[in-house]
Each structure stands twice: as structure tokens, then as C-alpha cells.
């Protein structure tokens, strides 16, 4: 936690407006291999949406495409209300550094009534978080901002030849390591919180990087205080990898046992 109380996740996403576009910068603590953290520059731009004055609704859906690498530094977001109605609001969002387009953004948000609700998912069985020991076993900025509990597919780096590719199932606990009450901003970090599934399968780190990520989101936030969750058990898992591409998916739940928010992406891999 920062001096000021401020936690490090909300420093990492802070943005503030300006007269064109609004402005955020990179943050060190959130740093993965050669840029920044995908989830938390994903929170970012949800957080500039939220904070948006024309914004109406909770999110629904975010969709980034990461178009370049993202330098060290300041950026700024371009943000334009494409079409709005009753019950949506449909965004683009454009991070730009310098003249060059680092993501493209689009978002649902969408004004949630009362209807008839049902939950057709059943809550994963899992080892309570107490019972679930912590993994340490990587040092990348970024991961260290996380408490990462793994109850299945816990990562095996070590190369070690293997006949077929191993699984590319995990179930985890996930939380900030520093203790933050879960909102859509931690949900839309955490859905991209899970270690590529293809390191996963083939047991070692490779070069990695997400192209596309598309999380939505299945609880208002009234929905997600409600549940009063600093963390959330998370399942991932993969289909398919094939010439230089691999799909993954994911649920994030909170402990009381509600689906909060669904993902799924498109990564490139050199293997």
C-alpha cells in the first residue's frame, strides 16, 4: 500500500482527463517481460470508461486488441462514444503513444434491470484458500503483485522432455497480494491474470504475447459489492494451438459461489 493509502493497483490504472483525450502512464510494479501487465492496461482503459462523465451503466463486455508493444512512459487514450440507447452504451477507446496505436478498445456497458436470472454453471469444487498454499515460484513484476493459489495445473516450467503436452487446466485462487475488495476493474486485471496456456502445455516460457482479449462481465457493482471478496477462484484452460496462435478461456468466481465474469483471448506463441 502506498503512503498516501492509495493501492498499487489503483496508481497503476490512474488516468486523468485532459482537453482532447485522456492520459495514463505505465506502471513498473505491473511490468511483465517486455511491457507492461495486458490485464491492468486493460483496467486502464475500463477505469477511464467508468470514470467517463457520459458514461451510464456498469461494464458488459471489453474488448482489446493489443496492436503494439506498449513503451515505458506516458500514453493517451482516445475515447469516443460511438452509439448510445435506452439500455447501451457502445465505446471505442484508441492508446497511443506518440503517433503510434499501442490498443484498440470497445466496450458494452449496459443499464441492468430486474429480470429472471439463473445460473446454469455450478460453483467449482475446491480447497478452501486457507488450505492452499501460495506459489512464489516466478519473479516477474507483475506476478508478484498477485496471491496466486493453485488447487490444479500449477505450472511446471522446468522443460523436462515429456512425450505428449501436458494439461492446460488450471484452478486457482487469485487475489492482490496487498488485500483489495474485488470490483470490475480487479475482475477485468484478474481475467488475464492466468499464465499462458502454452506454457502450460509445453512446460516452459516462451515468447508470449496476448493479441486479443475479451472479457464480460455477468454482475453489476452493486452485484460485485455484494459479495464483499477480496479474491476469486478462477478456472483457465485452453483448446487448441496452431501455427503460432492459441486460443484460452477462463471463469472468475467469487467464493460465495456467483459467476462474475467470463474471458476468453487469442495469443501468439514462438515455439
Known sequence: ?????????????????????????????YWAFVGPFGGVTAATILRALIDHPQRTGDPLALTVNFCAAIAQGAFDLDI????????????????????????????????????????QAKFPQAT?????????????????????????????????????????????????????????LSLMSMSDAFFGRAFHARRELMPFGTVSLTTYFHADAD???AEDASRVLALADAKIFHKSYGDQTGELWSPNGRLLATTTQIAYFKA
Open 1 to 29: 500500500m502506498l503512503a498516501n493509502n492509495r493501492h498499487l493497483f489503483d496508481e497503476a490504472t490512474r488516468v486523468t482527463a485532459g482537453d482532447s483525450c485522456w492520459q495514463g502512464q505505465t506502471s513498473d510494479d
Open 80 to 119: 469516443r462514444l460511438v452509439k448510445a440507447n435506452r439500455s447501451t452504451q457502445h465505446w471505442s477507446v484508441e492508446m497511443t503513444q506518440g503517433a503510434e496505436v499501442a490498443t484498440l478498445a470497445t466496450a458494452v456497458f449496459a443499464e441492468r434491470r430486474p429480470s429472471w436470472s439463473h445460473q
Open 128 to 184: 478452501p484458500v486457507e488450505q492452499t498454499l501460495p506459489y512464489t515460484k516466478v519473479s516477474i513484476p507483475w506476478v508478484k503483485q498477485y496471491d496466486f493459489r493453485f488447487v490444479e495445473g500449477e505450472p511446471d516450467f522446468s522443460g523436462r522432455p515429456q512425450a505428449a503436452p501436458a494439461s492446460t487446466f488450471s484452478k486457482l485462487w487469485i487475489g492482490d497480494r496487498i488485500p483489495r475488495k474485488i470490483d470490475a
Open 223 to 225: 452485484d460485485i459489492a
